[in-house]
């Protein structure tokens, strides 16, 4: 399964990405996480379903000083998962 996920509140500046690489990472899951231009983290991860609803869980918690007000899932098609690799943090450096 492929998921796609659009973090808004206090998510920016807060250590949300890392927090998230951490988190999918354990799980085992591939793709990304960055943030927006508009303050949001956008993040696309594949893995098994109760993976990514743990994933979804650690999400809505976020990181400590961090505040999620909203979180918009979509799940994406299968094929989405062919060009993703292990799951990593997009312009972090």
Request: avoid cysteine.
């Given at each position: 399964m492929v998921r796609h996920y659009l973090v808004l509140g206090?998510?920016?500046g807060v250590g949300f990405r890392w927090f998230v690489h951490r988190e999918a990472s354990e799980l085992g899951l591939c793709g990304w996480v960055r943030n927006t231009d508009e303050g949001a983290v956008e993040i696309i991860a594949a893995?098994?379903?109760a993976d990514l609803a743990e994933l979804r869980t650690?999400?809505?918690r976020g990181?400590?000083?961090s505040r999620v007000d909203q979180?918009?899932?979509h799940l994406l098609a299968d094929?989405?998962?062919a060009t993703?690799?292990?799951f990593q943090i997009e312009g972090a450096w």
């Open positions: 206090r998510v920016q893995g098994e379903e650690a999400i809505g990181p400590r000083g979180v918009i899932e094929s989405e998962a993703l690799m292990p």
